[in-house]
């Protein structure tokens, strides 16, 4: 991180080379007249410099094999300190910004900011006091996206508690990441007095992009998914009630993810909002779907019905921790109706009941390219479906393809969210909406029960991972949310159900799920997005917010914390070698990691401060 310390002092220029050179004197006139070798000190004995060749190169050979076999891992370094030491916070009394900075522009200084990308690929001091010795990977206060203090509350109260100093260190990079590096843009609807006036007069308006609004990306990638946002934000809802600067930001993202869905409802992914001016980034593929999207304001349009579930629990969530209802807007309203005209498409069956006759499926993708779970078979309508009560997702929230359309994790969850949805509304006095909706969540659970169990040889009842509605179910579950080991999280069905149960061993076992993988350094939940050899950390921090026996959830939390040797969660880590990862900036598994810690913090303390300590709860 460049330091400015305010003018530059002049150049001296270089005093001249002692070593073997060529001079030239000349004369009084100028012209040349001798011209000799002029040698300050004796030359090197041949022997000693063809020794210093071979060391030199025997170093860049071992570099490179070094980076070889890290295959694609971030280099470690160890820069100066921050300039802040440890708590990369400034000490009271201390003016904005770095030694010098008061003297310049901010902008600037966020000019000379690092790709976060290439930051977070690199060990970063102070180090934890941990035997793992793990990096400090927030980027300077000058280059973050978004602060809170009650954030920086949280991180020193839970960290100064933890016995585990290398758990403390990744809780302390990964809760704050999504504020520190993703928020690229947030605007928060103008002053608190334009604010009042517009509750008079502009809230009952159908306003494109009023109000408070937030675009918030994945990570590495200048798109916005529904899905992930909503997760990245999660473990800060508890916060919005008293902090106004996190109650904007939620309230923003919700109004953004409205504009998006009453857009593009069958897309997941999005560009930067047109408001915010910043330029858009085409995705590179050849892709053809119906119905069509702007690609200026689409990135990708691959339809997961979990998208919509999670614009559904984003606003769900706001409201369970605040009681605010600023967020039902009529462009909120006008998302609502979209989704349950989007919900009411994907129900309809492959053959019309009565006739038998085929019909066509408003939504269909095709796109170029050499991998199956890339793209829809038939012509990008997929396998055929028989109804029931189910809902049609085209592709998982792993964005591969679904085999079989109607998608059991996402199902359960949409179900949940329209019945949340349909409280809230019944308590400001929506009572037809409110009974509509929650009807739809009935009949779809009762869908999920009656087609997503079957009975398995060796587990029993347990729930499929997709099923067709003709008889047809596909047993695995997938790393990426909502997935089978997520139901209880998601307020599905509680731990203790037989066949949550049932399904839980059948998906944790290699016998049970195809995708279930072990390697010497981790073992966990893969899927088919990355391969047969990386498991995702996200799916072992699930599997301790679904568990309630402590050896579990500490070799959970054990495994995750070896394979991030870089103070980060990772997207998947090769289950044999952990420096092979993908992705170094991964916000959505940093946020899942923090939720992980915050909830075994009130849940299970002694895990994580020791014997006998009382439950943390954020205030």
């Given at each position: 991180?460049?330091?400015f310390?305010g003018?530059?002092?002049?150049?001296?220029?270089?005093?001249?080379?002692r070593?073997?050179?060529?001079r030239?004197?000349?004369?009084?006139?100028?012209?040349?007249?001798?011209?000799r070798?002029v040698t300050?000190?004796?030359?090197c004995?041949?022997?000693?410099t063809s020794?210093?060749?071979?060391?030199?190169?025997?170093?860049?050979?071992l570099?490179?094999?070094?980076g070889?076999?890290?295959?694609g891992?971030?280099?470690?370094s160890?820069?100066?300190?921050?300039?802040?030491?440890?708590t990369n916070?400034?000490?009271?009394?201390?003016p904005?910004?770095p030694?010098?900075m008061?003297?310049?522009?901010p902008?600037?200084?966020?000019?000379?900011?690092?790709?976060y990308?290439h930051?977070s690929?690199?060990?970063?001091r102070?180090?934890?006091d941990?035997?793992?010795a793990?990096p400090?990977q927030?980027?300077?206060i000058h280059c973050?996206t978004?602060?809170?203090?009650?954030?920086?509350?949280?991180?020193?109260?839970?960290t100064?508690?933890m016995?585990?100093?290398?758990?403390?260190?990744i809780f302390e990079?990964a809760?704050?990441?999504?504020?520190?590096?993703?928020?690229?843009w947030?605007v928060?609807?103008t002053?608190?007095?334009a604010?009042?006036r517009?509750?008079q007069?502009e809230?009952?308006a159908?306003?494109?992009w009023?109000g408070?609004q937030?675009?918030?990306?994945?990570?590495?990638?200048?798109?916005?998914?529904?899905?992930?946002?909503?997760?990245?934000?999660?473990?800060?809802q508890?916060l919005?009630?008293?902090?106004?600067?996190?109650?904007?930001?939620i309230?923003?993202?919700?109004?953004?993810?409205?504009?998006?869905?009453?857009g593009?409802?069958y897309c997941?992914?999005f560009?930067?909002?047109?408001?915010s001016?910043?330029?858009y980034t085409?995705?590179?593929?050849?892709?053809?779907?119906h119905?069509?999207?702007?690609?200026t304001f689409?990135?990708e349009?691959?339809y997961e019905?979990?998208?919509l579930a999670?614009f559904l629990?984003?606003?769900?969530?706001?409201?369970?921790?605040?009681?605010s209802?600023?967020?039902?807007?009529?462009?909120?309203w006008?998302a609502?109706?979209t989704?349950?005209?989007v919900?009411?498409?994907?129900?309809?069956?492959?053959?019309?009941?009565?006739t038998?006759k085929?019909?066509?499926?408003q939504?269909t993708f095709?796109?170029e390219?050499n991998?199956?779970?890339?793209?829809?078979p038939?012509?990008?309508?997929?396998?055929?479906?028989?109804?029931?009560?189910?809902?049609r997702?085209a592709?998982?929230p792993s964005d591969?393809a679904?085999?079989?359309g109607?998608?059991?994790p996402?199902?359960?969850m949409?179900?949940?969210?329209?019945k949340?949805?349909?409280?809230?509304l019944?308590?400001?006095?929506?009572?037809?909406?409110?009974?509509?909706?929650?009807?739809?969540?009935?009949?779809i659970e009762?869908?999920v029960?009656?087609h997503?169990?079957?009975?398995?040889?060796k587990?029993?009842q347990?729930?499929?991972?997709e099923?067709?509605?003709f008889?047809?179910h596909?047993?695995?579950d997938?790393?990426?949310?909502?997935?089978?080991?997520?139901?209880?999280?998601?307020?599905?069905v509680?731990?203790?159900?037989?066949?949550?149960q049932?399904?839980?061993?059948?998906?944790?076992e290699?016998s049970g799920?195809?995708?279930?993988?072990?390697?010497?350094a981790?073992?966990?939940i893969?899927?088919?997005h990355i391969?047969?050899?990386?498991a995702w950390?996200?799916?072992?921090?699930?599997?301790a917010?679904?568990?309630?026996?402590?050896m579990e959830?500490?070799?959970?939390l054990?495994s995750?914390?070896n394979?991030s040797?870089?103070?980060?969660v990772h997207?998947?880590v090769?289950?044999?070698?952990?420096?092979a990862?993908?992705r170094s900036?991964f916000?959505w598994?940093?946020s899942v990691?923090?939720?992980?810690?915050?909830?075994?913090?009130n849940?299970k303390?002694h895990?994580?401060f020791?014997?006998?300590a009382?439950p943390?709860?954020?205030?």
């Open positions: 991180m460049p330091q310390a003018p530059n002092p002049p150049v001296k220029p270089a005093p001249p080379l070593s073997s050179s060529l030239q004197e000349r004369s009084a006139a100028g012209a040349p007249s001798i011209v070798l300050s000190q004796p030359r004995p041949r022997w000693i020794l210093f060749v071979m060391i030199v190169l025997s170093v860049i050979i570099s490179a094999l070094a070889f076999f890290l295959d891992a971030g280099a470690v160890e820069p100066p300190e921050n300039v802040y030491g440890p916070h400034p000490p009271p009394g201390t904005p910004g030694p010098g008061q003297q310049q522009d902008d600037k200084y966020k000019e000379a900011c690092p790709d990308r930051y690929a690199i060990a970063h102070p180090f934890s941990g035997p793992l793990l400090f927030r980027p300077s973050r978004f602060s809170s203090p009650s954030v920086e509350k949280v991180i020193d109260e839970i100064s508690q016995t585990d100093k290398d758990l403390a260190r990079n809760f704050p990441n999504t504020l520190d590096t993703t928020v690229r947030h928060d609807g002053t608190k007095q604010q009042k517009r509750t007069a809230k009952d159908d306003t494109e009023a408070a937030s675009f918030i990306v994945t990570g590495d990638i200048n798109a916005e998914w529904l899905r992930d946002s909503t997760n990245q934000l999660a473990q800060y508890i919005a009630k008293k902090d106004e600067r996190i109650h904007s930001l309230l923003g993202a919700i109004n953004t993810q409205a504009e998006f869905v009453i593009s409802p997941n992914a560009q930067p909002p047109p408001p001016r910043i330029p085409a995705n590179g593929q050849g892709d053809t779907v119905p069509a999207y702007e690609p689409v990135f349009c691959k019905l979990d998208s999670h629990a984003l606003g769900n969530q706001f409201y369970n921790h605040t009681g209802t600023d967020y039902i807007t009529p462009r909120w006008r609502l109706n989704v349950l005209g919900l009411d498409q994907q129900s309809q069956p492959t053959f019309d009941p009565k038998g085929y019909q066509r499926n939504y095709q796109r390219t991998i199956g779970t890339e793209t829809l038939l012509a990008g309508v997929g396998n055929p479906l028989n109804g029931g009560g189910l809902i997702s592709f998982r591969d679904t085999i079989l109607y998608y059991i996402a199902n359960a949409i179900s949940v969210e329209l949340r949805t349909a409280e809230i019944a308590k400001i006095g929506k009572m037809n909406l409110a009974k509509e909706l929650k009807k739809r969540g009935n009949i009762a869908a029960w009656e997503g169990v079957v009975t398995h040889g587990y029993g347990v729930f499929a991972y099923v067709d509605g008889g047809s596909i047993m695995m997938d790393a990426n949310l909502p997935s089978l080991l997520a139901l209880p999280t998601m307020g599905f509680g731990i203790y159900h037989k066949t949550y049932n399904t839980r061993k059948m998906i944790l290699n799920n195809p995708y279930y993988l072990r390697g010497r981790l073992s966990g893969g899927g088919p391969g047969l050899q990386n950390p996200m799916s072992l921090l699930m599997q917010m679904t568990s309630n026996d402590d959830i500490s070799q959970a054990s995750v914390k394979v040797r870089l103070g980060l997207e998947s090769n289950v044999d070698r952990p420096m990862y993908t900036w916000a598994a940093n990691f923090a939720q992980t810690i915050l909830d075994l913090a849940r303390p895990l994580l020791g014997k006998d009382k943390y709860t954020v205030e």
